[in-house]
């Protein structure tokens, strides 16, 4: 009898042994603990998941966006165990940032598309290219968002597949990069954007979720949910597996893909659907809220995502540009077909353009024509580099700026020294360059150079050349008025400082070489 009962004790030990290791029954005596970040909006659902996961685990879960994310990856702080971000794509990103290699246990747990919410405004909605070029539309920063480099994703899948052009998304993307809620320290959460839509109407680009949520709140606030007819990128919140320590690899693989078990109940797809969120399969959410059916976008090059995303740092970091306008005295002649001087286009055209620049951009600007020259040089300082938001006597530079431009069909006349003009504002810009701005020059001309200086034009371009500093760049982007002007010298110029060079034929070829030129002062 003792020895049976022995026996029958050993074998009931191994049985809750192995029952604990299993997780079955409630048996977890010595419970492993993992750690999990996730997304803020998410957050939740992630909680659910892990208290109905089966297994011996404790899960602690913790909200941190994908910018904190970075932030911790970089600085080598403590990694969590799991990570669910907003989208593959910001985990493939910041793996390839910090070069740790991540296993995705599970695509999607979860899903929703990133849509256009809008009040009081028309969209064109046949494209996110065009769509990116509406007048107030608002969004966060793409950089630290998926929401907010959803769009972005979107515009150049449109390119990849030829349902847009490279030149218009770089047009359109200048003109959002510009505004200033991407730049903001702490960038506008998806309801400051959507109670600044309700309240003063505009447009804000945020997920389907976020918006139903908004309505679902406010249902007299009028928000209209829409996405482009070309589709939607949708955030689809993968669950991977992100921990450095080898030895508890496969332990913490295990627990994410109890994880992983637990997205089958019907208690977690109904949470979902109740917070707005869409299912693994991106069906469209019940009784008609939402968008609806969507195409999904995807980006298929990962060159060219990368691309647009390094294109968006360059052109939402503030810019500090010296404008070199022509007022030579071909600047007086009529444009065909208008009552409007070629000085006066440019001028209403650079002077409604400044509207789009943030307050944090820094612009000067240099009459150069032989009637504005002074003091023996062939140009004159109508308006320093400052900040658009320095008080100034008019109020801010942003006024002094265009009371400047105005007075500039006051001094047309005389002939055209681009050479020295160009490579005396180059040498001005260098010389006070500031790292933490874009510098340009930006130079606007009607012709050739056709007075005599002394510089011809190779040793002009040779000159230029060795001006250009890597360490301290400073790009010179042009854009030559009409047929008149010199588009072979131009472009050297451009090419030879990394900018872009453009021709303008019309008054509103000139506002869209404008846009198009501040898309491209990092280059073509």
Do not use: K
């Not at 932030?71 to 165990?81: A, T």
């Not at 006597?393 to 009371?403: F, P, Q």
């Not at 500031?434 to 007075?451: E, W």
């Amino acid at each position: 009898m003792g020895l049976g009962l022995l026996a029958a004790v050993l074998i009931i030990g191994v049985v809750v042994a192995g029952l604990s290791r299993a997780g079955v029954g409630g048996f977890c005596i010595d419970a492993a603990e993992v750690t999990v970040a996730a997304e803020p909006d998410i957050v939740d659902h992630v909680e659910t998941l892990a208290g109905g996961a089966g297994g011996c685990y404790s899960y602690e879960v913790a909200a941190a966006s994908s910018a904190d994310m970075a932030v911790r990856f970089v600085s080598g702080q403590d990694l969590p165990d799991i990570w669910v971000p907003d989208s593959a794509v910001r985990l493939a990103q910041v793996s390839q940032d910090v070069q740790i290699p991540f296993e995705t246990v599970l695509n999607s747990i979860a899903s929703t598309p990133v849509i256009i919410a809008s009040s009081g405004i028309e969209l064109d909605l046949s494209t996110w290219t065009s769509a990116l070029a509406t007048p107030r539309l608002a969004m966060g920063d793409p950089v630290r968002s998926g929401s907010a480099d959803a769009p972005i994703l979107a515009a150049t899948s449109e390119v990849e597949t030829m349902r847009s052009t490279a030149e218009a998304l770089a047009t359109s993307m200048a003109a959002l990069a510009q505004g200033q809620a991407g730049r903001q320290d702490v960038p506008p959460t998806a309801r400051d954007l959507l109670d600044r839509v309700s309240g003063a109407g505009g447009a804000a680009i945020v997920s389907e979720q976020q918006a139903e949520l908004a309505r679902r709140d406010a249902p007299e606030s009028g928000l209209v949910l829409a996405a482009p007819r070309t589709g939607a990128v949708f955030l689809g919140y993968p669950l991977a597996v992100t921990t450095q320590d080898p030895v508890r690899r496969d332990e913490v693989t295990e627990a994410a893909e109890e994880l992983r078990a637990a997205t089958a109940s019907t208690d977690f797809a109904s949470g979902l659907a109740e917070d707005g969120f869409r299912g693994a399969d991106r069906a469209p959410l019940a009784g008609g809220a939402g968008v609806g059916e969507v195409e999904a976008l995807v980006v298929r090059d990962p060159n060219r995502l990368h691309s647009a995303l390094q294109r968006w740092r360059l052109l939402a970091t503030p810019g500090r540009s010296l404008v070199l306008v022509d007022t030579s005295g071909s600047m007086g002649f009529p444009m065909a077909g208008t009552d409007y001087t070629r000085i006066q286009a440019l001028v209403d055209t650079a002077a409604a353009g400044l509207g789009q620049f943030p307050d944090d951009a820094a612009l000067g600007v240099w009459a150069f024509g032989g009637a504005a020259g002074r003091d023996g040089n062939p140009y004159v300082e109508v308006a320093p580099i400052q900040r658009l938001e320095v008080p100034t006597a008019e109020g801010i530079h942003r006024d002094s700026l265009a009371a400047a431009l105005a007075s500039l069909p006051g001094v047309v006349g005389g002939g055209t020294d681009l050479h020295r003009t160009v490579l005396d504002a180059y040498a001005m810009v260098r010389s006070t360059y500031d790292p933490d701005m874009i510098n340009s020059i930006i130079v606007i001309s009607d012709g050739a150079n056709d007075t005599v200086s002394g510089l011809a034009g190779d040793d002009f371009l040779d000159r230029l050349r060795e001006m250009v500093d890597p360490s301290r760049p400073v790009i010179v982007v042009t854009v030559g008025l009409l047929d008149d002007a010199d588009p072979e010298t131009l472009a050297e110029i451009s090419r030879a400082t990394g900018g872009s060079s453009h021709v303008a034929r019309t008054p509103e070829e000139i506002v869209r070489v404008f846009a198009a030129a501040i898309g491209q002062r990092g280059g073509v």
